[in-house]
């Protein structure tokens, strides 16, 4: 089993719509990230977060440590948010990455 | 600023035949790591520095090796490449490998070994 699991693996919406993606990790961490890799492009960090929720434009990351569980929200989506998302843990006992799969999302006009 | 950059962006290789994928950053970043990407898993761990001249091994660092010789770059090198090598290749840096600071990534290398 993955230390970094990523739902849904695939997610399809239109235009408008709200989206959530969920991470769930089994080890104990440091901090979350939220990344986004565009087609045939490079990585760039959403977020990072220990606690509580983030907030940036359309984009909302929460984390729950108790439940070691984060959210990716992304409200009004848009063509051009299309892309992968990749949720990722620092361990907390290795200072390691960790990264999950990833979610392809395709948002349609 | 460029940030973190990659050169090559592509190369196809023979297998056997030897290659250097250099990164470079201009944010004076302690830590640079090399990561490959392959279809349906998470991005792995090859090698890693925390300073000019240090290098450590990752998850997988078996037929890379890597070298930081100025602390701006950071170069990894397949000696002889094997089609498992196929892959596309991420550096990044940070300024410290606590959870405090965020990685900054490269565009990648898409390599492929025939």
């Known amino acids: 089993k993955n230390e970094v699991e990523q739902s849904p693996q695939n997610l399809t919406a239109q235009e408008g719509e709200f989206i959530t993606i969920n991470c769930s990790y089994s080890?104990?961490?440091?901090?979350l990230h939220w990344l986004q890799q565009h087609p045939g492009g490079g990585i760039v960090s959403l977020f990072m977060?220990?606690?509580g929720k983030k907030k940036h434009g359309r984009l909302i990351a929460t984390i729950n440590i108790q439940e070691k569980h984060s959210s990716l929200h992304i409200t009004a989506s848009h063509p051009r948010d299309s892309a992968v998302y990749i949720c990722?843990?620092?361990?907390?006992?290795?200072?390691?990455?960790?990264f999950g799969t990833g979610t392809l999302l395709a948002v349609q006009p | 600023n460029a940030g973190v950059t990659q050169t090559p962006k592509f190369r196809v290789l023979k297998t056997g035949q030897s290659m250097t994928l250099l990164c470079a950053q201009d944010?004076?970043?302690?830590?640079m790591y090399w990561y490959r990407q392959d279809p349906g898993m998470g991005l792995r761990l090859i090698h890693y520095?925390?300073?000019?001249?240090?290098?450590a091994k990752g998850e997988v660092p078996d037929g890379y090796n890597v070298s930081r010789l100025k602390k701006q770059n950071f170069l990894l090198g397949l000696e002889s490449a094997a089609p498992s090598q196929t892959s596309v290749y991420f550096c990044?840096?940070?300024?410290?490998?606590?959870?405090?600071?965020?990685?900054?990534f490269g565009p990648g290398t898409r390599l492929t070994v025939t």
């Open positions: 990044a840096s940070s300024r410290s490998g606590t959870g405090r600071y965020e990685q900054y």
């Open positions: 080890v104990g961490i440091s901090a």
């Open positions: 520095s925390v300073g000019e001249g240090t290098t």
């Open positions: 990722a843990v620092r361990s907390g006992a290795t200072n390691k990455l960790i």
């Open positions: 977060l220990s606690s």
């Open positions: 944010m004076n970043h302690e830590y």
